[in-house]
């Protein structure tokens, strides 16, 4: 959503564009979140969901060791990625800021 947002000013469209694709990230992050909710909750009861890693641990709870490695490694992989992606926009957004006098 952050990135949407900060990147706008490179949209060929920007009014019409950009709301279209907040709310298509909107939608979508909370139907995969409310999907993985009900999935994780579904493996584990709500009293043993591990706080740190829980689909790892629900999977290695139901003895799936196989997926508990792959979603640990997963969430490896997947870490650095929204590091990249949040820098990804810094150019633009400081560009932006130096343009309006908030930066020297």
Do not use: K
Request: with cysteine.
């Amino acid at each position: 959503y952050d990135e949407i947002c900060c990147v706008a000013g490179e949209a060929i469209n920007p009014s019409r564009n950009l709301p279209r694709a907040v709310i298509a990230s909107l939608v979508t992050v909370t139907i995969l979140y409310m999907v993985a909710a009900v999935a994780l909750t579904g493996m584990v009861p709500y009293e043993e969901i591990s706080e740190t890693s829980p689909f790892p641990d629900g999977f290695r709870y139901r003895g799936v060791e196989w997926a508990s490695h792959l979603s640990a490694i997963g969430e490896l992989v997947t870490l650095p990625l929204v590091v990249l992606v949040s820098i990804m926009a810094q150019p633009r957004l400081q560009y932006a800021m130096a343009h309006d006098g908030l930066l020297p």
